[in-house]
């Protein structure tokens, strides 16, 4: 490696940028951006020297992100901007990258868990044969439809490197173009996650992406420790924006590749705009805090993440006199539902209930609802 001005080593190949505020934010409890976030947020991440912009996720037919998606490729094109396909069985990648074409998506990130926890929770097996057999669809499905193809290992900073070394090996030759390492529950020191990510660059034709949580407060860290072991991709959002603590934040991470790295290829003028624009869409006021002691640390509005918490979570709300809690805006499912109510569920049609409380989250402003706000509707349905 070459030397900076403040004597920080260079790597040999300086990062690109993948920026997933449009997305990984968008999934973060009762943040919903709408296309004119979208096409403001993603013009000036272009415009910032962001190389792809992530937006939305589709999962099947009729995606409900399709406005972001279609917003962001108005304003930047599809060359940069990159659309994560959810991965659970063959019947329904197909039908998801079916979907992807359709929205004229030329960039895919397939979300593949990886660790055994999150392969048996999401596809229903922990077996690491299945879970190739699994990528190696979704890939070689991908590739002959004409998408650049990034995998992921969702979860994959916990996943065994006798277990992640051969589902990464199989993606590329499958003819995956990149992978993306995900921190999903943040657990590795900068020092682990360098060894972690030294395994993955070694694999011959292996192109190898960051993606990290800030629960610890170390994405920042991590993020150039992974550079520093040949990773050539970081995945950020604005202002740190995220689930799970948030995200590496662009600001920190950009500045801090201009101080110790002397990288002057991006155009910094634009973060302070960038952060004002991405924090009032998000709802989030003037600052967003990460960490584990923030009301949005513990907030979540999947029901997996709920009813599975131990699954995302590397301590405990409690631990740190914190508490778990829901937050949705108009993503509302009956499983959801089911979940916020608990008990109070009983004799209550909770399938005409959710279409009710959806359809007056969309007339009234789609306020921000937590499990009391949840209780509190269904006790006005039931008096209809």
Known sequence: MAVSQNGGSVPEVLPHISDATLRDSAHMAGVEFGPRDASV???????????????GMVSGPSSKDADLVLATHETVGPERSLTLVVVRDRRQVEEALDEALRLGVRNVM?????????????????????????????????????????????????????RLVPYVTAGFEAGADRFRLAETVAYLSPWQMEEKI??????????????????????????????RAGARWISTTVGGI???????PLAELLTSLRIIHGDTRFDLTHLTELSEVALKGAGLGEAFQSGPTTPHAFAYELPGQLTHPEAYE???????????????????????????LAEEAAGLDVAAFTAWLTERQETSGAGLLDRDGIRKAAVDFQSL
């Open 41 to 55: 947020i993603a013009d000036l991440l272009v415009k910032t020297g962001v190389s792809l912009v992530e937006v």
């Open 110 to 162: 397939f979300s593949i868990p990886t660790s055994e926890e999150h392969a048996a929770l999401k596809l229903a097996s922990p077996s690491s044969k299945y879970l190739i057999n699994v990528a190696r669809a979704a890939i070689e499905g991908a590739k002959e439809r004409g998408f650049h193809v990034t995998f992921s290992g969702e979860d994959g900073a916990r996943t065994p490197k006798e």
């Open 198 to 227: 030294a395994d993955l660059t070694a694999i011959d034709g292996s192109e190898i992406e960051i993606h990290s949580h800030n629960m610890l407060g170390m994405a920042v860290a991590n993020s150039l420790a992974a550079v």
């Open 242 to 248: 995220g689930e799970r603590g948030g995200n590496a």
């Open 314 to 340: 590397t301590l405990p709300a409690e631990l740190v006199g914190n508490s778990r809690e829901l937050r949705v805006r108009s993503r509302l499912t009956t499983a959801l539902v089911k979940w916020a």
